[in-house]
Each structure stands twice: as C-alpha cells, then as structure tokens.
C-alpha cells in the first residue's frame, strides 16, 4: 500500500522533469537531431567539403582457371580480355560502393582422360561473357592509417567484394565429338547464358591506387570470379543427368568444382567528379582532428592591450571609451567619461565648486542672490 502510494506520488513529479528538460524539435539548430552539437548545419551541396563520384573505367587480362578447361594448360598460357567501366559513389572515408559492367573473353583447354582423349584431342573453349554488379570499396589505409601520421597520403590500398548478375556464350571444339561433320552429323558445343535472376555470380580483389591529381587517380587492380556455374568454361551441360559418364564425353567431370571461376588483372583509371579540392577517398578525419589539436596545442596566443590606441590620452583605450575626446588633465570614470561629481553640467576639470551644483555660466558654482 505504503509503495503504491509512493509510486502514484512520484509518477507526476517524473513526468514533469521529462517535459521540463525535453527539447523541441525545430527547424533550428541545434535541436533534437544534432546530438547538442552547436556547430551543426543543414547538409547539401553547398556544405559539402569533398568530392564523392567518380568515374572508372579500365581493363587487361582474364583467365579461366579454377575450371574444368583452363587458360593456363600445358604450361601455356592462353589470353584473354576484360574490360570494365563502373560510377563509382563514396560513402564514407573507408567505404564506397560501385555499380559496374564487365565485358570479356577467356580462352581454356583440356584434354579428356583415355580414349576420349586419344579420338578428341585437346578441346578448345571460348567464352564471352557480360558482368553487372555492385561492388563494395573498403579503403584499408585509411582504416589502418595511423592518427599520427602526418605524411602524404598518395597510395592506397583497396578490397572489393560483390554480387551481380553473369551472361555468357560458350562455344567448346575438339576432334571427336565437337567438330563439325556431315558423316557422322556432328557440331561444337555451344551454350548461351542470358543475364536474368539465375545467373548470379560474386566476386572479390585487391586493388592498389595512386593519386595522381585531385581529378585522376590510377589503379592496379586484381579480382577473382566465382560464377557458381558449371557451364561457364563451355565445358559442357551441368543438368543432373549430364554428369553421367556413361552418355557423352563430359569435359565438366575433369574438375570435381561446381563452379568455373575466372581471375582478371586490370589496369584502371578513375576521374573524380566534384568542383572541391580533394575527393573522400582520400581524406583521414582523425588525422586532420589530430592535425587541428597540435596546431591548437603548439599556437601561442599574443595578448594584444589597446589596438586602435588611446587618442585622448585620458587612460582608457579607445576600444571601450565611450568619450574619445576627453579634455587633457580631466579626471574620467571607467569608461573614459570626464567626471562631475555634483552633476551641474560642469566637469570637474573647470567646475570651481566641485561638490556644489552651479550653471555653467558662473563656472559650476551656485549664484548668490
């Protein structure tokens, strides 16, 4: 009874103290939204301070090598190609995103175990492919840059990771069962994989970038293919009932792998879009923090007395006189203002009778009748 009686009483004093403290949201600052901060602005272009698009593009060599027919074969090393373009948007200082399309084409061989492989020969696979994806940006040497590192900051170090849809046409040939031939009617191998919702595909890389200027930055870049797909190399159909040995000769059974996976090495060149000095990808907020309060911590202060002087010469700076053009010789308060003390109109400096009010035309003192 006694803590219910206690808890009603109390219940109102609460609710007051949270009204009371309570801060209305406007649309001034700070408000509710700003974390008490009093330096605190709406955010649009104009309050921007980095540029955050960019623009990609660039490209180099593609290999099929996780796979059932691979590029690299016979200790050769067999071409290709890939290119890449991508817009790129950066949404912090150690992470962007990118939406990319990737287009390419990889050579692979392989040669089929026992007697397939004595009638066919070494099989040859082309695959030409078409990528999008978006792609994840971790900038590690800004998350790994050190607060006290006041150096130049010219290199960095990147990792990607991404998800995206994959189209591909294969075309596989060898002597045997994938030529062309009228007697026995014969054709290559060719399997076409349009870009929809079943062909999904992930990939992931290191990148090295150089900042050349404050609009071009240039960057080596590696990355590595997973297409979850047993078909992408051409090596064949990868139904359930293709895996059987016993129908055709089945180059998608070299591999034990599900998946044909393809690594690329690009060279790239990225132009930074913005009006502003530097691009976010390269600015280190704790280090320009750090920069700020040594710069705070090593400042001397020089305490300037009476910058714009004391023309009167009466004492009190011309900063604060509220008379600057006191008499020579009179006697003035603290903010530079001639006294009179028997307030008669007469500073103290002519007024003869300084404690006695008089007009000012009998000097400051009281006229006798």
Known sequence: MKLGLLLLAALPIATYAQDSIAVSSTNEYPNTFSSGSANVQPFNNKSRRFNDWSISVGGG??????????????????WGYNTYVSIDKQITHTFGLSLIYQRGETTQKAQLPGVAGELGGIGTAKTKYNQIALLGDINFSNLLRRVDNHSPYRWALHGYAGIGLLGYDTSL??????????????????IEQKIDINSIYY?????????????I???????????GDDEFDGGGWAGPRDYDPNTVSKYNMLNKRRSDNMWTVNLGVSFKLGKHMSHLAWHDPLQEAYYRTNVLENATTDLVVCEKGDNDN???????????????????????????????GVIDLYDKCVTVPGPVENNGCPTNK
Not at 217 to 227: F, G, K, L
Not at 318 to 327: C, F, G, K, V
């Open 203 to 215: 990939q992931l890389g290191l990148g090295l970038k150089y900042k050349v200027s404050k609009l």
């Open 61 to 78: 060599a593609a290999f099929m090598v996780h796979s059932d027919l691979k590029s690299i074969y016979d200790k050769k090393v067999n």
């Open 314 to 344: 009466d004492g009190v700076c011309d900063d604060w006189d509220r008379q600057l053009d006191t008499p020579a010789g009179a006697r003035v308060d603290g903010s530079g203002v001639a006294l009179d003390m028997d307030l008669d």
């Open 173 to 190: 040939y060898d002597n045997n069962e994938y030529r062309y031939s009228d007697v026995p009617k014969r054709v290559p191998l060719f």
């Open 217 to 227: 930055d240039i960057e080596a870049r590696t990355m590595y293919v997973i297409s």
